[in-house]
């Protein structure tokens, strides 16, 4: 951003770092979604310092099969004797993982074609634009399972399909903000300048575009941690792998709800809930303090 | 994929603005309307062919050995591989391939199921009933009740109304779908503690339901409860955010306040003037949408064994049965692809602008 910060300089009276900063303290929900995000964050990395590869493995642990919480197990047991609360702190790992991963693919792809429609106008841009639109209107999950079912259950087929069925919204965006930002003088001086179009779009809009990359991002983890979920529900995901989506397909497959083992079926939910709440927060705020005027310039 | 954020729907709104202002003007209602209907009708056409040719690739082109992926897990005789291999043109060139798959497709040969030993198309003919039914009844009720609570917040934006409604409405985007199906089974059904569950476990009829057309409608009715609020608690929070985000679009409008200077109520002013305009955009993102709601039903259908297309496309998982798997792809994108071109239609008849020329 700061290469270019000569053109960014005139758009508009931009706050500075700091003023920004502090809308963002101000905002309760702004601070409460870092604060999620933090945490989560931490529990994530620190995993393996408090859960070993024994306390995953269902030959090797020894506790009570299905019990409801106590002492020594503050979140139950599930069906195979594994302490629930471990297996919620290491699930965090591939759900967050999975959801990071696939929003950078989401958004390399969306970021490169709604460039690429915004800068050319023509034919090249329509068409783009067409199969945009096309694939926002498809439904995405009888797409995103055919995509799995077709490359095989695993996390890499999980992460593709992820990435295939939610770039579309992020290249509408850019379009428009790439047309927004074409239109100002600094693109007609880099072109009567010589500049090529290659450097047209990733000298000068590019830096421009990227506090709208950012917003989007984080409003697209939020989506692809629900994505990756439901697929790894439907059994979609890798089998030896313990993430929320598993822990929740594992506790339906074997009948908790009959059971009515509710210390199985909450928490991983809750913490899916949780984390998709805290990267929405955290990205509206963001999305408020910077204010690229999303709808409006079109 | 799960829809847009209730965030980037701003965004969509501004969208179905856009492509409304492109279709308004212009004399000669009649002809006009015709070279609109051509126009969406040739785009249907080809997202058709489009969703065609995906579904090729996805299962012809891509697996090494089609026959192989299509028979996974299940034993078969070589004559029935001989007949497979025939039907789908394998060996030849891609072109003639394509032209198998094609002339299946409008044949409605959609393959065969080993899962159920049945065809396909004869498989997702069953199902449509039961899906229907329960997408249906959700998507109006969360129409009816997401437009009345977006229009209630928009209208007093900031107010501690709006603020529980917004907040509400990302919560509950936010939930996976599949978990608040789990959550109310185990409430609702399973029951805590004391509290025994007042509805069934699931599927779409009781096996010792007393017989008669009423008992049956009403049996149906009961193991649609959950199902539908599961779907109307996910998807009517979307509504909200749309309608609440035109609204607020309509609210510094100079109309709005010609309106007051008449001397209408406040309350005549939101429903007589702001609200009709304010539909307009919605309509539109609400049929967008519907991706989404098939998403939703797909998981919902799962986790209440609800006997349709979804829980159909999850059987075919299971195996994986390719060819199932394939036919309701190819129909459910047919599907919303339809019910937009039917939303196209629509919008044009809503909009007063081009209905009264």
């Keep these: 951003m700061s290469a270019t910060s000569a053109p960014l300089a005139h758009v508009t009276s931009v706050p500075g770092r700091s003023s920004r900063l502090r809308a963002l303290v101000r905002m309760p929900g702004a601070v409460a979604g870092i604060a999620i995000l933090v945490i989560v964050a931490a529990v994530a990395i620190g995993a393996p310092l408090f859960v070993h590869s024994y306390d995953l493995d269902v030959t090797k642990v020894n506790g009570p099969l299905l019990h409801a919480p106590t002492g020594a197990y503050p979140l139950g047991t599930d069906q195979s004797g594994r302490s629930e609360l471990l297996l919620l702190a290491w699930g965090s790992r591939p759900s967050l993982l999975i959801g990071i991963i696939a929003t950078a693919l989401t958004m390399v792809l969306g970021t490169v074609i709604g460039l690429l429609a915004g800068h050319y106008q023509g034919i090249v841009g329509r068409l783009l634009m067409t199969v945009t639109d096309w694939f926002i209107v498809l439904p995405s999950l009888p797409l995103a399972i055919a995509l799995s079912a077709v490359m095989g259950e695993g996390d890499t087929s999980i992460t593709i399909a992820i990435a295939v069925t939610s770039w579309a919204s992020t290249a509408r965006l850019l379009r428009a903000q790439t047309l927004a930002v074409e239109a100002r003088p600094f693109i007609e001086r880099a072109k009567?300048?010589?500049?090529?179009?290659?450097?047209?779009?990733?000298?000068?809009?590019?830096?421009?575009?990227?506090?709208?990359?950012?917003?989007?991002?984080?409003?697209?983890?939020?989506?692809?941690?629900?994505?990756?979920?439901?697929?790894?529900?439907?059994?979609?995901?890798?089998?030896?792998?313990?993430?929320?989506?598993?822990?929740?397909?594992?506790?339906?497959?074997?009948?908790?709800?009959?059971?009515?083992?509710?210390?199985?079926?909450?928490?991983?939910?809750?913490?899916i809930l949780v984390v998709v709440l805290g990267f929405s927060l955290t990205g509206r705020a963001v999305e408020r303090v910077l204010n690229p005027r999303l709808a409006v310039e079109r | 994929?799960?829809?847009?954020?209730?965030?980037?729907?701003?965004?969509?709104?501004?969208?179905?603005?856009?492509?409304?202002?492109?279709?308004?003007?212009?004399?000669?209602?009649?002809?006009?309307?015709?070279?609109?209907?051509?126009?969406?009708?040739?785009?249907?056409?080809?997202?058709?062919?489009?969703?065609?040719?995906?579904?090729?690739?996805?299962?012809?082109?891509?697996?090494?050995?089609?026959?192989?992926?299509?028979?996974?897990?299940?034993?078969?005789?070589?004559?029935?591989?001989?007949?497979?291999?025939?039907?789908?043109?394998?060996?030849?060139?891609?072109?003639?391939?394509?032209?198998?798959?094609?002339?299946?497709?409008?044949?409605?040969?959609?393959?065969?199921?080993?899962?159920?030993?049945?065809?396909?198309?004869?498989?997702?003919?069953?199902?449509?009933?039961?899906?229907?039914?329960?997408?249906?009844?959700?998507?109006?009720?969360?129409?009816?009740?997401?437009?009345?609570?977006?229009?209630?917040?928009?209208?007093?934006?900031?107010?501690?109304?709006?603020?529980?409604?917004?907040?509400?409405?990302?919560?509950?985007?936010?939930?996976?779908?599949?978990?608040?199906?789990?959550?109310?089974?185990?409430?609702?059904?399973?029951?805590f503690g004391a509290f025994h569950g007042i509805f069934p476990a699931g599927g779409m009829h009781s096996p010792t339901a007393a017989p008669g057309a009423v008992n049956t409608v009403l049996d149906v009715a009961w193991h649609l409860v959950l199902p539908c609020l599961t779907l109307v608690l996910v998807v009517f929070?979307?509504?909200?955010?749309?309608?609440?985000?035109?609204?607020?679009?309509?609210?510094?409008?100079?109309?709005?306040?010609?309106?007051?200077?008449?001397?209408?109520?406040?309350?005549?002013?939101?429903?007589?003037?702001?609200?009709?305009n304010a539909l307009l955009p919605s309509v539109t993102i609400i049929f967008l949408q519907l991706g989404a709601m098939v998403s939703g039903a797909i998981t919902v259908e799962v986790v209440f064994s609800w006997p349709g297309l979804g829980y159909l496309t999850y059987q075919a998982l299971q195996l994986p049965d390719i060819q199932l798997l394939e036919g309701t792809f190819i129909f459910f994108s047919a599907a919303v692809i339809g019910m937009n071109l039917v939303a196209d239609i629509l919008y044009r008849y809503l909009d007063p602008r081009v209905r009264a020329q």
């Excluded at chain 1, 697929?231 to 506790?251: D, H, I, Q, R």
């Excluded at chain 2, 394998?90 to 080993?114: C, V």
């Excluded at chain 2, 609210?251 to 007051?260: D, Q």
């Design chain 2, 237 to 276: 929070a979307q509504y909200v955010t749309i309608m609440r985000s035109s609204i607020i679009d309509e609210l510094g409008n100079p109309y709005l306040l010609t309106a007051r200077a008449k001397g209408l109520r406040d309350d005549e002013v939101r429903r007589r003037h702001a609200v009709p």
């Design chain 1, 192 to 271: 009567a300048l010589g500049a090529s179009n290659t450097q047209i779009m990733v000298r000068q809009v590019l830096p421009n575009v990227v506090p709208l990359i950012l917003v989007s991002a984080t409003l697209t983890v939020a989506g692809a941690i629900l994505d990756q979920a439901t697929l790894t529900f439907l059994g979609l995901g890798n089998p030896t792998e313990v993430s929320w989506g598993s822990m929740l397909n594992t506790a339906f497959a074997n009948g908790d709800i009959t059971a009515g083992a509710w210390w199985t079926l909450v928490p991983p939910g809750l913490a």
């Design chain 2, 1 to 191: 994929m799960s829809s847009s954020s209730p965030n980037l729907v701003a965004d969509e709104v501004a969208l179905g603005v856009e492509s409304a202002s492109s279709v308004a003007p212009g004399g000669g209602a009649g002809r006009d309307f015709a070279t609109y209907l051509g126009i969406k009708l040739l785009a249907a056409l080809v997202s058709l062919v489009a969703v065609v040719v995906i579904a090729f690739i996805l299962f012809s082109i891509i697996p090494a050995n089609p026959v192989r992926t299509l028979t996974q897990g299940r034993p078969v005789s070589a004559a029935e591989l001989a007949t497979l291999r025939r039907q789908l043109g394998i060996g030849e060139p891609i072109y003639t391939q394509f032209w198998h798959f094609l002339d299946n497709l409008l044949h409605l040969r959609l393959g065969y199921s080993y899962q159920f030993r049945e065809s396909v198309s004869s498989l997702i003919g069953q199902r449509i009933g039961p899906t229907m039914l329960l997408m249906g009844t959700s998507t109006l009720i969360s129409i009816v009740l997401g437009l009345w609570l977006g229009i209630r917040s928009g209208w007093n934006e900031g107010s501690r109304f709006d603020r529980i409604a917004s907040g509400a409405s990302l919560a509950l985007w936010s939930v996976p779908t599949f978990w608040l199906g789990i959550i109310l089974l185990v409430v609702l059904s399973v029951g």
